[in-house]
Each structure stands twice: as C-alpha cells, then as structure tokens.
Nanobody
C-alpha cells in the first residue's frame, strides 16, 4: 500500500520558518521526482517546486530564494524548508510523488499570521 504522510505544518509569524516532511512507503522512492504544491482558499493548486531523482531543484518565482526542497532517499522522505514566510504563503501544502503515476500526500495546513 502506497502512503505519503506529511508532517510539520502549523501557525508561524511572518518572517518565520517551517519545514514540511513527506515520508513515503510502498514506492521505490529514489525513482520518483518529488513535487510540492499548495492551495490557498479560493485559489487553484499551484506548483511550489520540485526535486528530481538526481537532486536538481526548481521553484516557483514566488518562493525562489526563500524555500528549499531536499530529499533523503535513505529515509524515503522529501522536505520543504520554508524561510521568511509571508501571509501570502498561507495555504494547504501537498507533496506529490511522480514517476509512472502520481501519488499524493494528505495535505498540511501552513498559516502565516501575526
């Protein structure tokens, strides 16, 4: 059974930091590209960034320089490190594992507010 279990969300003040984790099971993690998406209320889901099998990363313009994606193949886990958070980063964040098919995490709420 494939599972992507997310953790690490919560409430943070503007300028703060959070790290989200996405721990997978039931897939050959190292073969998958890992994506992070987010969806704010009333908005469509948008791509935050991705990390390839080889560790190359790409980011949306809105988060580049503030967010970093990493992966630990030994732990079957991908991470989204978020710094200098802004209220506009408030959203539900989803991880996605993509290779021959797509698997999704359950979503994690991130709220940036004073």
């Amino acid at each position: 059974q494939v599972q992507l279990v997310q953790s690490g969300g919560g409430l943070v003040q503007p300028g703060g930091s959070l790290t989200l984790s996405c721990t997978t099971s039931g897939i050959g993690f190292s073969a998958y590209q890992m994506y992070w998406y987010r969806q704010a209320p009333g908005n469509e889901r948008e791509l935050v960034g991705r990390i390839t099998r080889g560790g190359t990363t790409d980011y949306a313009d809105s988060v580049r320089g503030r967010f970093t994606i990493s992966r630990d193949n030994a732990k079957n886990t991908a991470y989204l490190h978020m710094n200098d958070l802004k209220p506009s980063d408030t959203a539900v964040y989803y991880c996605n594992a993509h290779w021959l098919t797509d698997y999704w995490g359950q979503g994690t709420q991130v709220t940036v507010s004073a």
